[in-house]
């Protein structure tokens, strides 16, 4: 047995659809004898223009699968600039991710994209977060909507760890339009321009205790939100796992 390797995927892959290196040379625009040394390890790190140039002429003879995808590009040492959207990202939270929000019950659990938007949540994530349905952004919600003001005790607090979070994973994602356009649409609230325009950094890794105000009674609670990278395997680093737990005292 042996650790995979970017020339062993590509030949697995060119003898699963049966076509020759002579064949996919002529498609790629490649020589048949570079492909051969990819195939035997003797060149190492491909470019992304040929690592896309050999998905796509595989893809043309049978579909390769994202899996397939992102495995090949792994292994070349690339990641998937792809963006996907919020649709595909939520497609990606099967039923039984959704049963395992509910088993946090009474604690709010759910998931969020790399933009801020929620994905999916708990029947006490959306208790909590009123008026933010699924698929809305989490961010529009925070600087205009007066009731996030309401929800969270320490709404600066809360606001700017969002802030500085997106800035940090901004960093980590495929750059891309996506972000002009999110800060674009941001942009129209003071509050968030003006917390940007700190730079402020963070990556979340560490949990964060908050304050929310109980929908019925009103009563302040204190909950510990943890923030997990989830590894979907189609959408690497794009989604993220939250959940709130309830301290005593």
Known sequence: MRP???GGLLRQLRDDRRISREKLAAVTGMSASYITHLEK???DHPTRSVVE?????LDGVHTLSRVERRHLLDLAGLFDTAVPT?????EDITPELRRGLELHDPNPAGYVDSRCNLLACNAVA?????DLPEGANLLHWI???????HVFVDWEQFARLSVATLRARMGRIPPGDWSAELLDELGRYPEFRR???DGVVDFADVSAV???RERVTGRPIAIDFQTYEVDTGNYPGWVRFFVGLRRTN
């Open 4 to 6: 995979p390797t970017f």
């Open 41 to 43: 390890g003797e060149r």
């Open 53 to 57: 140039a050999l998905a796509r002429s």
């Open 86 to 90: 919020v649709a595909q990202l939520r």
């Open 126 to 130: 959306a208790a909590m977060l009123r």
């Open 143 to 149: 600087f205009g909507n007066p009731v996030a003001g």
């Open 195 to 197: 917390m940007w325009g």
């Open 210 to 212: 908050l304050r929310l």
